[in-house]
């Protein structure tokens, strides 16, 4: 069995077997992979924002003092972390930092607040939370504050200020709760001896986006998401002469992992991070730094053809949009790729698992009209009827998956978990589709997009 946190459900050993025997799983952490790409791509452009660029060499090198940083402060191997940060090359640091202490990063979409905020560290028993001192007019320190004067985990807030801004909270400062305060700029150490661990254990938590409940917690492995990553990076072709524009939240698993962010740091290539997907910021941002592969949902998509006309952009390095995240009209579709120069690629995935893409030699009519096919081989497919039978191809029914690098189960959650997952280990996305006659699924509903929401 793999080794995961108590309240997480392993893969049972019959799958383990068979994804490291078609070596899907190779037993290397994430934060280890950083090693080695900074060891083979040491000198190259890792992360870009704004005029800060950061080497290979210096990405590691930084998570590697501030991990030692973090055990300073107290951070131990197997406790949680909430991570709330925006798309700056902070996040990428501490989660890798993190992952070196042992620690579990728990990922937390900007956007949420004191109710959903109380839930995660509630849920993990997070000891520690990561965030801005303050962005885009909230307060994010005293919504720390409030959540650990709440209950008993929470005692370690790292807040994060950005270039050229002072906190008002000031330096080193302890509360009435007994929750420490730290800047996060100073978590920072010399580097100590790696820990040896497990693959197998929980790299970092995803949250669900279902709007109409409290987000739940999606165990990711290591194993699990290295594989994913560098299949998607595989499948687009990525090379160490792109650059990914991280458009959307860094937190998301489009965005960091399909390929995203870890994907392009797999194969020695440029990450530059958006700090919001609008044109004014990120039309700019591909034409200066060349970027060839972003990732939007359809409404970011139509506002970019929108606003197309009033820019003077050149997009001209662009070569892949991938879409996904809602369903994307046709005649969108059909306009994205002439209006700007490009290849589309339709992506349907969720943070609970599966992924499927369109491929980029599929026709357009393929292209403009379906979810394309499952990102593995050992990919499981099932569409059912409400009695959880079978449906015939063409018809549409609900998606169920199972595969490499989709868990067996939300964190300490066994009630969910038991109307969530079939007995042989099937998870019930929630989504309608139908599979066309070559194979490629089209979603037709669920209750995640119907809600407008279901990021991948």
């Known amino acids: 069995m793999t080794s995961l946190l108590d309240g997480c459900t392993p893969w049972p050993e019959e799958f383990v077997d068979r994804y490291w025997a078609a070596g899907h799983w190779r037993g290397n952490t994430l934060d280890n992979l950083l090693r080695d790409w900074a060891s083979q791509y040491g000198p190259r452009t890792a992360l870009v924002h704004g005029d800060t660029r950061i080497t290979y060499a210096n990405l590691n090198r930084r998570a590697d003092r501030m991990a030692a940083g973090f ?35 728990v990922f937390c979409p900007l956007a949420h607040r004191a109710s959903e905020v109380s839930h995660l560290v509630r849920v993990t028993e997070a000891v520690g939370y990561v965030g801005p001192s303050t962005c885009q007019g909230f307060d994010h320190t005293a919504m720390a504050a409030h ?18 801004t002072s906190s008002p909270y000031g330096g080193l400062s302890t509360d009435p709760s007994g929750c420490h305060y730290f800047p ?26 279902d709007a109409t409940a409290p987000p739940r917690l999606i165990p990711r492995t290591h194993n699990d998401y290295a594989y994913q990553a560098r299949a998607a990076a595989e499948l687009v072709s990525l090379t160490r002469s792109d650059v990914y524009l991280a458009a959307l939240p860094a937190e998301s698993n489009f965005a960091f992992g399909c390929p995203g962010i870890v994907g392009t740091l797999s194969v020695g290539g440029t990450v530059v991070l ?11 941002v591909i034409g200066r730094e060349r970027v060839t592969v972003t990732s939007v949902v359809p409404a970011v998509a139509q506002r970019w053809l929108d606003e197309l006309p009033t820019h003077q952009a050149d997009l001209s390095s662009l070569r892949l949009l991938q879409i996904g995240g809602a369903p994307l009209r046709r005649a969108t579709a059909e306009r994205l790729g002439p209006a700007l120069g490009c290849r ?28 394309g096919r499952p990102l593995s081989p050992d990919d499981e497919i099932r569409i059912v009827d409400a009695d959880g039978k079978d449906v015939p191809d063409g018809e549409s029914g609900e998606l169920l998956a199972r595969g490499p690098y989709t868990p067996r189960g ?19 996305t929630g989504d309608l589709a139908r599979r066309t006659p070559d194979g490629n699924l089209v979603v037709t509903g669920s209750a995640r997009w119907g809600s407008g929401g279901g990021r991948p």
């Open 71 to 105: 055990r300073l402060r107290g951070l131990r191997p197997g406790q949680r972390v909430v991570v709330q940060l925006p798309n700056v090359p902070e996040f990428v640091i501490t989660v890798f930092a993190l992952m070196r202490v042992g620690a579990v990063p």
């Open 184 to 209: 996060l700029g100073s978590i920072d150490a010399p580097p100590e001896r790696p820990l040896p661990q497990s693959a197998g254990r929980v790299a970092f938590f995803l949250v669900s986006s």
């Open 147 to 164: 959540v650990a004067s709440q209950g008993p985990f929470l005692r370690r807030v790292f807040t994060y200020e950005a270039a050229g």
């Open 274 to 284: 958006a700090d919001e997907p609008v044109p004014a910021e990120c039309f700019p």
């Open 344 to 371: 589309l690629q339709q992506v349907f995935g969720i943070a609970g698992g599966l992924l499927t893409l369109t491929r980029p030699g599929d026709p357009d009519e393929t292209l403009h009209t379906t979810q």
């Open 410 to 428: 939300y964190y300490r959650a066994p009630d969910h978990n038991a109307r969530s997952f079939t007995a042989d280990g099937y998870f019930r």
